[in-house]
């Protein structure tokens, strides 16, 4: 959440082409938010009577940057659909908040409620509506934007959007109400909205003029392949509902879409941001080096074959519940993740003379 | 007064940092005029609405035009979205380049 929040730190203002509200809110953002998640890591494994308190503080940040977003949205003169997206994501996080809370004072044992029926409303607003529609939004500025995508039409994002929302409504009414056919139609809804914004990604990718097979572009293809194989594994486990595919399932979507989304994103948003500080001030008056030069190509390439044999070495291994498999995947993972840092390092450290 | 070419050869000095080209190179100039003022007019666009570097890729082109066109005594920079920004209108080096 703490990388999300950063990379909003730095798109909505793009996105909503407005400056924040106050963006020296994040300040306060980060710390709370990092202690709120030992609190409460700690709490499930350790001390439950932490995880209100864990809870709250957590609580407190997210509502700061809550809090922050709808003031910066304010601002902004004209809606479009991105920035409706923007503020649909933000409106999910804040009732997944409100159950998460809920949900930290009945697992300590303040108050007595069904922990598994809001936990599903609180995942699906918080990681579906929530980091689901960010995602969905944020790469519909930057999918064009890296690949230089023209003239492709919205509708089907468009329709994507709407049917997700309802899919959430669903899903969190089958919460509340146990009408579970309101839950099944709520999946119903995501995974027709999942495929949805699937074409629309290959209709932008089908659109391109940057042909490049760079690092970004490897971690999207990456990315997008992880989406399809979850939603094709979604669809399997409805009909066959074994815990395996189920597991598996989650963690292509966590390992291979999110993760390969966010590390894909890094290596474009690190160099731009190094770069704006650090060169180009430099613009027209001296030879500089391009965002592309910012990049170790070698490492990264090394860091995508390491993590992404990891994902799928995992995910097999989960499939068929073995447990070599499974830990020589994370082997592969943790290699890719050293070989990721040293990168992000090489990236924020990286200097020339001008 | 000065000539497009000229102050075409100005904004040149300015490049996308994503792509690695200046933006005559682009074709992200559409037109460059220099009055009897000596006053300069840049229509230009982006790649993208989006583009981060929006408002600074602004200030480079007029910060350009006053350095490298020393008579200028005033740069003016009409951002535009139509016509749209398309493949079709950069350098064929640039088109080579971007299909990898």
Redesign the interface.
């Given at each position: 959440m703490i990388i999300i929040f950063g990379a909003m730190a730095?798109l909505v203002p793009?996105?909503l082409e407005v400056g924040h509200f106050a963006v020296d809110l994040y300040y306060t953002i980060y710390p709370l938010l990092f202690i709120g998640a030992i609190l409460m890591a700690m709490g499930f494994v350790y001390y439950p009577s932490l995880l209100p308190f864990g809870g709250t503080i957590a609580f407190v940040s997210f509502s700061i940057f809550l809090f922050e977003t709808f003031l910066t949205i304010l601002k902004v003169k004209k809606i479009n659909f991105v920035i409706v997206s923007v503020l649909l994501a933000n409106i999910f996080l804040f009732f997944g908040l409100i159950i998460g809370i809920i949900l930290a004072l009945g697992y300590s044992g303040t108050i007595d409620i069904n922990i598994y029926q809001f936990l599903k409303a609180h995942i699906y607003l918080v990681l579906v509506g929530y980091v689901g529609i960010t995602i969905m939004g944020m790469s519909l500025?930057?999918l064009?934007?890296?690949w230089?995508s023209?003239?492709f039409s919205w509708k089907y994002i468009k329709s994507s959007l709407s049917i997700l929302s309802v899919g959430i409504l669903f899903v969190v009414l089958s919460s509340f109400s146990n009408i579970t056919f309101f839950e099944y139609l709520g999946y119903f809804f995501t995974l027709i909205a999942l495929f949805l914004y699937f074409y629309q990604v290959f209709i932008i990718y089908k659109t391109r003029?940057?042909?490049?097979?760079d690092i970004y572009f490897k971690s999207i293809m990456f990315s997008f392949l992880s989406l399809l194989l979850s939603l094709i594994l979604g669809i399997i486990y409805i009909f066959y509902p074994i815990e395996n595919i189920f597991l598996t399932l989650s963690w292509i979507l966590l390992g291979g879409f999110i993760t390969f989304i966010i590390t894909g994103h890094l290596y474009k948003i690190i160099p731009?941001l190094v770069?704006?500080e650090r060169?180009?001030p430099y613009?027209?008056?001296k030879k500089i080096p391009?965002?592309?030069d910012i990049v170790p190509k070698k490492s990264a390439n090394m860091q995508f074959v390491f993590s992404s044999i990891g994902v799928i070495f995992v995910s097999l291994g989960i499939l068929n519940i073995n447990e070599t498999i499974y830990k020589s995947g994370l082997s592969f993972l943790s290699i890719g993740a050293i070989f990721l840092l040293k990168d992000i390092l090489y990236m924020i450290r990286f200097k020339e003379d001008v | 007064m000065y000539s497009k070419d000229d102050i075409l050869k100005a904004v040149s000095?300015?490049?996308d940092?994503?792509?690695?080209f200046n933006l005559v190179e682009m074709g992200l100039i559409y037109d460059a005029i220099c009055n009897e003022n000596m006053e300069v007019t840049v229509t230009m666009t982006l790649?993208?609405k989006?583009?981060?570097?929006h408002q600074?890729i602004v200030q480079?082109v007029e910060?350009?035009v006053l350095?490298e066109l020393p008579k200028v005594r005033l740069t003016k920079v009409d951002l535009v979205w139509e016509p749209?920004?398309?493949?079709s209108m950069a350098t064929e080096e640039v088109?080579a380049r971007?299909?990898?």
């Open positions: 730095q793009v996105v500025i930057l064009p934007m890296f230089l023209h003239g003029v940057r042909l490049e097979n731009f770069w704006y060169f180009s613009v027209g008056k391009m965002l592309v | 000095t300015v490049i940092p994503e792509v690695g790649s993208t989006a583009c981060p570097l600074m480079w910060e350009a350095r749209v920004w398309n493949i088109k971007l299909a990898g």
